[in-house]
């Protein structure tokens, strides 16, 4: 019973949240292009599908997902958990103690990233208008693949206290050299592979890790340091597509020009 | 009737293989690395199938509702040839979609947390809430102009990375003026404004618009409406962050 209610407070949500884009949907739909919608019944059927299933799914990530994926992220910054021997000082613990913390942090970047709903709509999309050229589960997996070393790297800046401007700002610096030299197919939808990563799944597991590591690490205040970890699962998947397309177009290059002579 | 039920089927095997990974890194965090055993399994598995259920769900509407609906806005307003609706309906979609997009609103209660302890703002109930509302008021605007130029790139043909090129350096040189503890928040601001029901609508309006216009590539011109709007609101939190220290 209580778990109907909570679902049913979950779809009030998610039905508050689709509410604007409805509105504007069919605002304009009505008002400026005054046009029937073909297959209406079909899609309505596809809003409902959208709205009863997101709900489901936050449902159920909120129910079990987050509070274990939450605690789990605390006890594993907990200098209990750091410093088994009991010997060492608590406000020296050395970078490398971190290591379940970053091993969680890359697998967790990963395993939410695959699961993330929006990357799921962008690959398929990206697969259907290129032909197959660009599979969904190989888009999917170069975005994870980047997501996951950005959040270990994004944990390890928490830990050492490194400023966030100047990864962010290196980071800025390597797209846009990678933007000279990559195919031009995969510029944009690089850059898109960035904004879709962190949604639903991402964000919430994501910002407990943060801002539990920077409470737990010694010298680090949550507020200056514990954001900052959704920025950096934004900004490599862009790399790891770029590179993985121009890997590709290299590839390719050496086996044309093996094939010619 | 059957044809459905296997659509429904196959996007099922296909929720489960995604949904494995996470719950095989947290059994093995938690059983081997913390070793503590799982606390409420029963929860778990519950919590679990509504999961892949509702990924599922989620799957098969994009294909019978988001997408073809995105689309079909697109080729309309292709049709009708107005650029200033299209250039208006973009707007619209990108404010609002953000303005009521629940991460953000945390995030701008965050922010004014932030600007109270930095005693930019009085820290009564009234000008936290001012403030928040001022910054949400804010990233929608972004998100909507964003949602714009992206839109006239698309028809005028602009290469994408001037106008993100552009938007890092605006990041650049904001970063250098804007008060330390907002600077966090705005990176993280950009991640959180892309909401899962919007980036499908997005898409499918970006690539419905590119295939419409004769010169125009889907794969190269229609993406890249996300990561503009990803990006401007780094700026306007930044610059919100900057008019009111």
């Known amino acids: 019973m209580n778990w109907l209610i909570e679902f049913l407070q979950t779809l009030l949500l998610t039905v508050l949240d689709v509410l604007p884009i409805a509105a504007v949907l069919i605002g304009f739909q009505l008002l400026v292009l005054r046009r029937r919608i073909a297959n209406l019944g079909r ?27 939450t605690l789990m992220a605390a006890q594993l910054t907990a200098p209990e958990f750091l410093v088994t021997d009991g010997s060492a000082v608590l406000d020296t613990i050395p970078w490398q103690d971190y290591f379940w913390v970053y091993a969680f942090a890359f697998c967790i970047g ?19 208008i290129s032909g197959g050229a ?8 170069t975005v994870a693949l980047g997501v996951a070393v950005g959040i270990a790297l994004g944990s390890w800046r928490i830990v050492t206290g490194a400023p ?13 050299v990678q933007t000279v030299f990559a195919p031009r197919m995969i510029i944009a939808l690089a850059y898109d592979s960035g904004g879709v990563t962190t949604s639903t799944v991402t964000v919430p597991l994501v910002a407990a890790l943060g801002l539990g590591l920077a409470a737990g690490v ?44 | 009737m059957i044809l459905a039920s296997r659509f429904f089927f196959r996007t099922l095997l296909g929720s489960l293989r995604d949904l494995a990974p996470i719950f095989l890194v947290i059994a093995v965090f938690q059983l081997l690395v913390l ?18 259920v509702g990924l599922t769900l989620f799957v098969m509407g994009l294909e019978l509702g988001l997408f073809p609906i ?7 307003f292709a049709r009708k040839g107005s650029l200033f609706w299209l250039l208006v309906f973009g707007f619209a979609l990108g404010f609002g979609t953000t303005i009521a997009e629940p991460a953000l609103i945390a995030v701008a209660a965050e922010a004014a947390r932030v600007a109270a ?14 403030y928040a509302l001022g910054l949400r008021l804010t990233v929608a605007f972004s998100v909507g102009l964003a949602i714009l130029v992206g839109l006239l790139r698309i028809i005028h043909g602009w290469p994408v990375h001037y106008l993100i090129i552009a938007g890092y350096l605006g990041v650049v040189v904001m970063t250098r003026f804007a008060p330390a503890e907002i600077i966090g928040i705005a990176y993280d601001s950009g991640g959180v404004t892309t909401s899962t029901i919007t980036v499908p609508l997005v898409a499918a309006l970006g690539i419905g618009l590119a295939s419409t216009i004769k010169g125009r590539n889907p794969v190269v011109d229609g993406f890249g409406l996300i990561a503009f709007a990803s990006l401007t609101p780094i700026i306007g939190v930044m610059a919100y962050g900057v008019l009111w220290s």
């Open chain 1, 164 to 176: 966030l401007e100047h990864f962010i700002m290196a980071g800025y610096l390597i797209v846009v």
């Open chain 1, 218 to 261: 010694p010298g680090r205040s949550p507020l200056l340091d514990g954001f900052g970890l959704i920025a950096f699962a934004s900004l490599f998947p862009i790399i790891a597509v770029l590179a993985y397309a121009q890997i590709g177009a290299v590839v390719k290059r050496t086996r044309g020009s093996e094939d010619k002579p």
């Open chain 2, 35 to 52: 070793g503590q055993p799982i606390p409420d399994p029963g929860g778990l598995l519950m919590g679990a199938l509504l999961v892949v």
């Open chain 1, 134 to 141: 660009i599979s969904v589960m190989g888009l999917r997996l």
């Open chain 1, 110 to 128: 990963f395993s939410t990233t695959i699961a993330e709903p929006a990357l799921i709509a962008v690959a398929m999309k990206a697969e259907r």
């Open chain 2, 117 to 130: 302890d930095g005693a930019w703002i009085a820290s009564d109930e009234h000008s936290l809430r001012q």
């Open chain 1, 43 to 69: 899609v309505l059927i596809g809003f409902a599908c959208v709205i009863v299933g997101l709900a489901l799914f936050l449902q159920g990530l909120e129910q079990a997902l987050f509070p274990l994926g």
């Open chain 2, 70 to 76: 995105g689309e079909s806005m697109a080729h309309d």
